[in-house]
């Protein structure tokens, strides 16, 4: 690309600008010029036609004055007949002539008989006039040429005794054509340009009207047609020439022409436009010097800074600011600016460089081990990877990986701070650098996970090496006077095969240590396929439920729940089924904690819901109405905001009460979170649901706060009922929850109840409710209803 620098854009731009604007300026003011030339011959042209017409009304005038003053010196008003009248005329006749300018004298007597006093033969076409002054008694004007132009007057005469004779007088209009030309300076004419060739019938000179009238007859027709005016040149000379129409005559047609020579005018018209342009060049000139000695300056300048810049890049900073052009001494301009924020630039570029490469030899230190431990990070652990796996083609040992992670680290971050955290981990540093060997490799993989790389060659060592940082991390740690019991958790993977990559190996640990935290924790698990096949599995499974809402693959069952004292149907608990394409009936245990871990429960948890209401309106319309159904809600769909409104909504669109539902609550769910819990569950009861606790005796439950909840019913969980026959402890605890519940007046539901001898039990035991498959399977819902006639009998007994 070629190179145009900065300084000579703006001149050439600069001048292109000035030179439009200077030829717009001139092109106006030489227009201007022309507009005003034929404006002022416009006005010419009018002026001609005013005096013309001034000039034929002055004559007009004068011969009706003299005709009405010799008819009244003649005493023709006191003569019966018009001879003395004529006698008077003719004897006088050459006097008039001569006074007057009378080219012709016509006179028609009362009886229209025409008498020539001093004329030649009359004009047919003049008797229009002649017949209008006899008729109308008015004198009658008009314009006649023939061998020359005149002006044709008639006027009346009346007698004494009442006769009307007319007297046409023909003046010429020499004296008019050399009046105007005197007046207008310049040459005036009457032409004919009628015919082929064009005839001069008057002139006030002479000299130029007749050669113009040869060589220009046509355009002199045109402009007259036209109303124009015609500029042409003759002999050298620049004229202008006015046409006015005059008489129209069969086939002929007469105009005055006015001849202006306008070359002196032209001629300087033509300096003047000369000058202009010549001015405009100076000013063009002038600007443009001006601006090229302003803008080479500038360029200078600012190639001295470009020709400086490069030195920045390879660090000449010095250099750098001997190259920069000096700042003016005068007036500061931008350059000026440029150059004080370059020279700050560089010295701020040395200052960094120095910090820069200072702390870059503090990063090589710092890039393979941690900040806060001293073990290696991750970027040591991959690269010994790379280094240990590849020497394993020449060996016949393994390279093991331990990956632990602290247990309940979390909580101490939490509960205690970044501060304690932060020595928890020094301290737990410190116990895995004393429980390894000196060849074994140990890093901090992040946060509370860490990871020991170490060669083996057989891999019962790595069992022995994790049980013995399983103690070492079980002992307490005392850290500025607080206790923490903290234990590891710990997967193992092991490799002879020098191909696999680096995080290969280290993912197999990662899975393993999360197998061995979903066990409890401070525990040991090694890697196998079987694993990796059902974290596959797992993650199979987690998409295809997040199509299975989509597609309707999920449904709901409903077991019933019979009371022991009556066995009538007091309700139903609803069951989410899952009927995948490809895997048929999943069981709920497979996919409920994917649903969660994929935070889909709240979705499906409202899908759930709304059949709920659906199912329940069509047991309503078939006459169960003083029937609930109990729906499981997990913790996220509790705490959902939206889930108070939605149920509203639902109850207002199915037409339901809301003592026709019973939540159930899970006991690890009142534990998460229990002061929000109790708020959400005051808030439905308001609303009119029921509330039951689920599996209650399985995990965390306290009575503190199991009174400060709004719930109607314990649900004792399956495990213990399966056992209460068999096993004293269980026995112990359903007899004593039964009583525990009882005392706090609300009902008791047993789940799992397969045996009659369960049943009677539980019966004896003032047990309200029982549900399990002793009594039904879950049923699906469009088969409830066809399920519940043939099971219960007219007092809805089950059978």
Same mark, same amino acid.
């Given at each position: 690309?070629?190179?145009?620098?900065?300084?000579?854009?703006?001149?050439?731009?600069?001048?292109?600008?000035?030179?439009?604007?200077?030829?717009?300026?001139?092109?106006?003011?030489?227009?201007?010029?022309?507009?005003?030339?034929?404006?002022?011959?416009?006005?010419?042209?009018?002026?001609?036609?005013?005096?013309?017409?001034?000039?034929?009304?002055?004559?007009? $005038?004068?011969?009706?004055?003299? /005709?009405?003053?010799?008819?009244?010196?003649?005493?023709?008003?006191?003569?019966?007949?018009?001879?003395?009248?004529?006698?008077?005329?003719?004897?006088?006749?050459?006097?008039?002539?001569?006074?007057?300018?009378?080219?012709?004298?016509?006179?028609?007597?009362?009886?229209?008989?025409? %008498?020539?006093?001093?004329?030649?033969?009359?004009?047919?076409?003049?008797?229009?006039?002649?017949?209008?002054?006899?008729?109308?008694?008015?004198?009658?004007?008009?314009?006649?040429?023939?061998?020359?132009?005149?002006?044709?007057?008639?006027?009346?005469?009346?007698?004494?005794?009442?006769?009307?004779?007319? +007297?046409?007088?023909?003046?010429?209009?020499?004296?008019?054509?050399?009046?105007?030309?005197?007046?207008?300076?310049?040459?005036?004419?009457?032409?004919?340009?009628?015919?082929?060739?064009?005839?001069?019938?008057?002139?006030?000179?002479?000299?130029?009207?007749?050669?113009?009238?040869?060589?220009?007859?046509?355009?002199?027709?045109?402009?007259?047609?036209?109303?124009?005016?015609?500029?042409?040149?003759?002999?050298?000379?620049?004229?202008?020439?006015?046409?006015?129409?005059?008489?129209?005559?069969?086939?002929?047609?007469?105009?005055?022409?006015?001849?202006?020579?306008?070359?002196?005018?032209?001629?300087?018209?033509?300096?003047?436009?000369?000058?202009?342009?010549?001015?405009?060049?100076?000013?063009?000139?002038?600007?443009?010097?001006?601006?090229?000695?302003?803008?080479?300056?500038?360029?200078?300048?600012?190639?001295?800074?470009?020709?400086?810049?490069?030195?920045?890049?390879?660090?000449?900073?010095?250099?750098?600011?001997?190259?920069?052009?000096?700042?003016?001494?005068?007036?500061?301009?931008? /350059?000026?600016?440029?150059?004080?924020?370059?020279?700050?630039?560089?010295?701020?570029?040395?200052?960094?460089?120095?910090?820069?490469?200072?702390?870059?030899?503090?990063?090589?230190?710092? &890039?393979?081990?941690?900040?806060?431990?001293?073990?290696?990070?991750?970027?040591?652990?991959?690269?010994?990877?790379?280094?240990?796996?590849?020497?394993?083609?020449?060996?016949?040992?393994?390279?093991?990986?331990?990956?632990?992670?602290?247990?309940?680290?979390?909580?101490?971050?939490?509960?205690?701070?970044?501060?304690?955290?932060?020595?928890?981990?020094?301290?737990?540093?410190?116990?895995?650098?004393?429980?390894?060997?000196?060849?074994?490799?140990?890093?901090?993989?992040?946060?509370?996970?860490?990871?020991?790389?170490?060669?083996?060659?057989?891999?019962?060592?790595?069992?022995?090496?994790?049980?013995?940082?399983?103690?070492?991390?079980?002992?307490?740690?005392?850290?500025?006077?607080?206790?923490?019991?903290?234990?590891?958790?710990?997967?193992?993977?092991?490799?002879?095969?020098?191909?696999?990559?680096?995080?290969?190996?280290?993912?197999?640990?990662?899975?393993?240590?999360?197998?061995?935290?979903?066990?409890?924790?401070?525990?040991?698990?090694?890697?196998?396929?079987?694993?990796?096949?059902?974290?596959?599995?797992?993650?199979?499974?987690?998409?295809?439920?997040?199509?299975?809402?989509?597609?309707?693959?999920?449904?709901?069952?409903?077991?019933? @729940? +019979?009371?022991?004292?009556?066995?009538?149907?007091?309700?139903?608990?609803?069951?989410?089924?899952?009927?995948?394409?490809?895997?048929?009936?999943?069981?709920?245990?497979?996919?409920?904690?994917?649903?969660?871990?994929?935070?889909?429960?709240?979705?499906?948890?409202?899908?759930?819901?709304?059949?709920?209401?659906?199912?329940?309106?069509?047991?309503? %319309?078939?006459?169960?109405?003083?029937?609930?159904?109990? +729906?499981?809600?997990?913790?996220?769909?509790?705490?959902?905001?939206?889930?108070?409104?939605?149920?509203?909504?639902?109850?207002?669109?199915? %037409?339901?009460?809301?003592?026709?539902?019973?939540?159930?609550?899970?006991?690890?769910?009142?534990?998460?979170?229990?002061?929000?819990?109790?708020?959400?569950?005051?808030?439905?009861?308001?609303?009119?649901?029921?509330?039951?606790?689920?599996?209650?005796?399985?995990?965390?439950?306290?009575?503190?706060?199991?009174?400060?909840?709004?719930?109607?019913?314990?649900?004792?969980?399956?495990?213990?009922?399966?056992?209460?026959?068999?096993? $004293?402890?269980?026995?112990?605890?359903?007899?004593?929850?039964?009583?525990?519940?009882?005392?706090?007046?609300?009902?008791?539901?047993?789940?799992?109840?397969?045996?009659?001898?369960?049943?009677?039990?539980?019966?004896? %035991?003032?047990?309200? +409710?029982?549900?399990?498959?002793?009594?039904? @399977?879950?049923? &699906?819902?469009?088969?409830?209803?066809?399920?519940?006639?043939?099971?219960?009998?007219?007092?809805?007994?089950?059978?």
């Amino acid at each position: 690309m070629r190179f145009i620098s900065l300084p000579k854009k703006i001149l050439l731009l600069t001048l292109l600008l000035m030179l439009v604007l200077l030829t717009l300026l001139t092109s106006m003011s030489l227009q201007r010029l022309n507009e005003n030339f034929f404006l002022q011959q416009q006005q010419k042209q009018q002026q001609v036609q005013q005096h013309f017409n001034q000039y034929q009304q002055l004559l007009q $005038q004068q011969q009706q004055v003299w /005709v009405e003053a010799f008819a009244e010196v003649s005493g023709l008003l006191r003569q019966d007949s018009f001879q003395p009248f004529l006698a008077e005329l003719e004897r006088q006749l050459d006097a008039i002539s001569i006074h007057l300018n009378i080219e012709n004298l016509w006179f028609f007597g009362p009886d229209g008989q025409q %008498h020539v006093l001093h004329a030649t033969v009359f004009p047919a076409q003049l008797e229009p006039m002649v017949q209008y002054s006899f008729s109308q008694q008015r004198p009658g004007y008009q314009l006649h040429c023939g061998q020359s132009c005149s002006s044709m007057l008639s006027m009346p005469l009346a007698n004494g005794g009442a006769e009307v004779a007319v +007297i046409v007088i023909s003046r010429t209009l020499a004296d008019v054509v050399l009046a105007i030309g005197q007046s207008m300076q310049g040459e005036v004419a009457i032409v004919e340009l009628g015919s082929d060739t064009g005839v001069t019938l008057l002139s006030s000179s002479g000299k130029v009207a007749l050669p113009v009238l040869n060589t220009q007859r046509a355009a002199l027709t045109h402009a007259l047609h036209n109303s124009e005016g015609l500029r042409f040149t003759d002999n050298g000379k620049q004229y202008f020439a006015h046409v006015l129409p005059l008489v129209v005559q069969p086939g002929q047609q007469y105009a005055l022409l006015l001849l202006e020579d306008i070359s002196r005018y032209l001629a300087a018209n033509r300096r003047f436009q000369w000058q202009l342009i010549g001015l405009a060049l100076l000013c063009f000139m002038t600007f443009g010097i001006l601006i090229y000695a302003l803008t080479q300056r500038l360029s200078q300048r600012l190639l001295g800074v470009s020709r400086a810049l490069p030195m920045l890049a390879q660090s000449r900073f010095q250099r750098f600011r001997q190259l920069l052009p000096k700042p003016s001494r005068w007036l500061a301009d931008e /350059v000026d600016n440029l150059h004080n924020a370059s020279l700050t630039l560089s010295q701020q570029l040395e200052q960094l460089q120095d910090n820069v490469a200072q702390q870059t030899r503090e990063l090589e230190n710092m &890039a393979m081990f941690d900040l806060l431990t001293g073990l290696a990070n991750r970027n040591m652990l991959q690269f010994q990877l790379k280094k240990r796996l590849a020497a394993l083609a020449a060996e016949r040992d393994y390279l093991g990986l331990l990956f632990l992670d602290v247990d309940q680290f979390k909580r101490v971050n939490d509960i205690r701070g970044h501060e304690q955290g932060d020595l928890v981990l020094l301290e737990a540093a410190q116990r895995l650098r004393n429980g390894i060997n000196k060849a074994d490799l140990a890093c901090r993989f992040g946060g509370d996970e860490f990871v020991v790389a170490c060669q083996v060659s057989n891999p019962d060592q790595l069992e022995a090496l994790a049980i013995k940082l399983i103690t070492a991390f079980a002992e307490p740690m005392r850290l500025q006077g607080d206790v923490y019991q903290l234990g590891v958790s710990i997967g193992i993977s092991y490799t002879r095969d020098n191909n696999l990559q680096p995080d290969d190996l280290v993912r197999q640990a990662d899975l393993a240590m999360y197998q061995a935290k979903a066990r409890g924790g401070n525990c040991l698990h090694f890697y196998s396929q079987q694993m990796f096949d059902h974290f596959q599995n797992r993650l199979a499974l987690e998409n295809e439920l997040k199509h299975a809402l989509a597609q309707q693959q999920f449904a709901i069952h409903l077991q019933p @729940k +019979i009371m022991l004292d009556t066995q009538r149907l007091q309700g139903f608990e609803v069951l989410l089924r899952w009927q995948s394409p490809s895997r048929g009936m999943v069981p709920p245990d497979e996919f409920i904690s994917i649903l969660e871990y994929a935070r889909l429960m709240i979705p499906v948890g409202y899908w759930v819901i709304e059949q709920s209401f659906l199912a329940m309106q069509q047991l309503q %319309h078939a006459g169960y109405a003083d029937i609930t159904i109990a +729906i499981n809600l997990s913790a996220e769909q509790l705490m959902d905001k939206g889930l108070p409104s939605y149920l509203d909504t639902l109850l207002q669109q199915y %037409h339901l009460q809301a003592s026709n539902f019973e939540l159930e609550l899970t006991e690890s769910l009142l534990a998460q979170n229990i002061q929000d819990t109790i708020t959400t569950m005051h808030q439905l009861k308001a609303m009119g649901f029921l509330f039951a606790i689920d599996d209650f005796g399985t995990g965390y439950s306290s009575l503190s706060y199991l009174r400060q909840m709004p719930v109607d019913t314990i649900k004792i969980d399956k495990s213990f009922v399966f056992g209460m026959l068999d096993n $004293q402890a269980d026995f112990d605890i359903i007899t004593s929850t039964i009583a525990m519940v009882k005392k706090l007046g609300l009902a008791v539901v047993a789940e799992g109840v397969e045996t009659q001898a369960q049943c009677r039990m539980l019966k004896a %035991h003032q047990c309200d +409710i029982a549900q399990g498959y002793l009594f039904s @399977k879950p049923v &699906a819902a469009s088969q409830l209803l066809a399920h519940l006639q043939a099971n219960l009998d007219e007092r809805r007994c089950w059978r």
